[in-house]
């Protein structure tokens, strides 16, 4: 039977600590108060004890040998074992970043702690010394109310590095099309509405007209062979129907003053331009984040219809190793994809639900939602239609279809198993049923990796797709092809 604690919300490596160590005597808690150039450090007991008062270390690579060559000595003078020994403080910025890299790369257990609870641990509220913040880190870490993410190293932490570093330059994508709208809407009021102009947006027609001498004039003035022949090299859907209709509208729209013409397609010139370079940076990370996902348990999400690459790797960021995360109630909590209940007054008072919390991940709330709306969409046709059954019910679906999807999702990294309908799960489903659907799934799966060129990477050897696909060929007699 599943033992239950009321503590759900403490650092399971630290409760694990703390019962190996048997007596909290025997136990260093070292927190630390981050900062660009000094570090304030304290050690203290698993009491809480002091063991020596607070003292500053330096930001550098001699801090950290002065810190751990201290904590090495104090252990030995108090005969206490230093894989009892853990550090803590608030979440870590850019600038502590590496210092606390080196400490666990030395070994040692560092953990994460909110800033914000740690300040309501402070004896006082009003104020705020490095002292003060100190005890509240202390408190926290004692309290075992910390986080020891998995997402925080290795192979997450460089997945959640590039997702957000793509995600940045999403919405700076987004701000640069809003700036072209306005250029445009200017210089040739229509020409981004393809019922329009014809001209799907932001195509390659569409960029190629924009940053050379753009402008509804020009545009008459362009002799018609070339413009079609621009298109069909450009690979625009029938060419000679999208010029025929773009000349006639531009001869039907308002035109703007030639004074300000030529200052208006040097700046639009030169937002095309950046706009280039922020889609050909967002390829280049899309392939790294494939190849990175790739080495993760959460390359099985890509299995899921609907899901592709950049929807499975920010949920697999967030998220990190599914085998070292919290309870998926703390999980769902954590993205901000439940509601909040309040209810009092005994058994029978009322239940009030209110909305999700502010406080959550908003990142992880992001890419769950996204999926969900995929899901709903294009998904499995029992997740499609238990959208569309919520949704008829008045109830916020993607919101539902997003703790769902969160469930089924850390059961097949946890078990390293692709997805599978409801029907091929149950035990008297047939090994036939199986193999035509792991044949009839397999080609949209492989275009997925093969969209971001990682197919190799995806199912090579030793990553977890390339061992289900091996283990599936050698079980079921069929040839899954790359």
């Known amino acids: 039977m599943k033992k239950k604690n009321i503590y759900v919300n403490q650092s399971q490596e630290l409760l694990t600590l703390f019962e190996e160590a048997g007596n909290s005597a025997k136990i260093m808690c070292i927190p630390i108060d981050y900062a660009k150039k000094d570090h304030v450090v304290m050690f203290c007991n698993g009491y809480g004890d002091i063991l020596r008062k607070p003292f500053s270390v330096k930001n550098t690579p001699e801090g950290v040998s002065y810190l751990t060559e201290q904590v090495t000595r104090s252990c030995h003078n108090r005969s206490i074992n230093p894989k009892y020994v853990f550090f803590g403080g608030e979440d870590i910025g850019s600038y502590a970043e590496n210092f606390a890299s080196t400490l666990r790369s030395g070994g040692w257990l560092v953990a994460g702690v909110n800033a914000h609870d740690a300040k309501k641990q402070r004896a006082n509220i009003q104020a705020s010394t490095d002292r003060l913040d100190l005890m509240g880190i202390a408190t926290m870490l004692l309290n075992r109310r910390c986080n020891c993410s998995p997402a925080q190293s290795g192979i997450y932490l460089n997945l959640r590095t590039l997702v957000r570093h793509r995600r940045r330059l999403v919405v700076m994508t987004t701000e640069v099309r809003n700036r072209i709208h306005a250029i445009v809407d200017r210089l040739f009021p229509g020409f981004l509405d393809e019922q329009k102009s014809g001209i799907a947006p932001f195509s390659k027609g569409s ?189 916020h679906a993607d919101f539902g279809i997003a703790r769902r999807y969160l469930r089924m999702a850390m059961a097949l990294m946890r078990n390293s198993q692709i997805y599978l309908p409801s029907r091929l799960r149950k035990k008297d489903s047939k090994p036939e049923e199986r193999t035509s659907y792991y044949l009839m799934t397999w080609p949209y799966l492989r275009d997925k990796w093969q969209k971001l060129d990682a197919l190799k990477a995806g199912f090579a050897e030793d990553r977890p797709l390339g061992r289900w696909r091996n283990m599936v060929q050698g079980i079921y007699d069929i040839k899954l092809k790359l």
């Not at 029938?238 to 030639?258: F, G, H, I, M, Q």
């Not at 085998?323 to 109630?329: D, F, I």
């Open 207 to 395: 960029l190629l007209l924009m940053e050379n001498r753009f402008s509804a004039q020009q545009i008459r003035r362009r002799k018609r062979s070339a413009l079609i022949e621009a298109f069909r090299r450009l690979g625009t859907p029938k060419p000679d129907c999208a010029t025929t209709k773009l000349k006639e509208y531009a001869a039907r729209v308002l035109n703007t003053s030639d004074e300000y013409v030529a200052t208006l397609q040097l700046s639009l010139a030169q937002h095309v331009k950046h706009y280039r370079c922020l889609q050909e940076n967002i390829e280049q990370l899309e392939k790294e984040i494939a190849v990175w996902l790739s080495q993760t348990q959460g390359a099985f999400l890509t299995t899921v219809r609907g899901i592709g690459i950049v929807l499975a790797a920010g949920v697999t960021a967030e998220i990190g190793n599914p085998n070292g995360q919290k309870p998926l109630n703390n999980l769902v909590s954590y993205a901000g994809i439940i509601p909040r209940i309040i209810q009092t007054g005994g058994p029978e008072g009322e239940i009030y639900t209110g909305k999700v919390a502010k406080r959550s991940n908003r990142i992880l709330k992001d890419y769950l939602v996204q999926s969900a709306s995929h899901l709903g969409l294009h998904g499995p046709e029992d997740l499609m239609s238990d959208h569309k059954r919520r949704d008829a019910a008045g109830q």
